[in-house]
């Protein structure tokens, strides 16, 4: 999305995408920093970010031409590249590929009931 797009959405819409992209930003350097796992997170949010990020780059690169900082938003583009690497994305989904796990059972081997 151009940032003419993401104005014309109106201010809720703006303020929702760069609470999005700050929140991601964090997230990037946590996991670059290893205090959040890469697996963990690219299975909670991984094509979320992806997505994010395909719809808003455009509109980033511009806000960093503008405003003359090429890190705005960096690690936000790192964490998403870096899921785009892996193409987990294009797996099943969690629902269908592990449709069979149970939880783990008690001590004596026992399963917890539902």
């Known amino acids: 999305m151009s940032a003419a797009d993401i104005s014309a959405k109106g201010s809720d819409f703006q303020e929702a ?14 996991v670059y920093r290893e205090a959040v796992p890469f697996a963990v997170a690219e299975e909670l949010v991984g094509g979320l970010v992806v997505g994010s990020w395909r719809r808003l780059k455009a509109n980033i690169a511009n806000k960093r031409e503008s405003l003359g900082y090429p890190m705005y938003l ?3 583009q790192w964490l998403a590249e870096q899921f785009e690497k892996r193409q987990r994305l294009d797996q099943l989904p969690a629902y269908l590929r592990v449709a069979d796990w149970r ?9 917890r009931d539902p």
């Open 103 to 111: 939880p783990p059972g008690r001590a004596g081997g026992k399963p």
């Open 17 to 30: 995408a760069l609470l999005l992209g700050f929140r991601f930003e964090t997230l990037g350097v946590l």
């Open 74 to 76: 960096e690690w936000f």
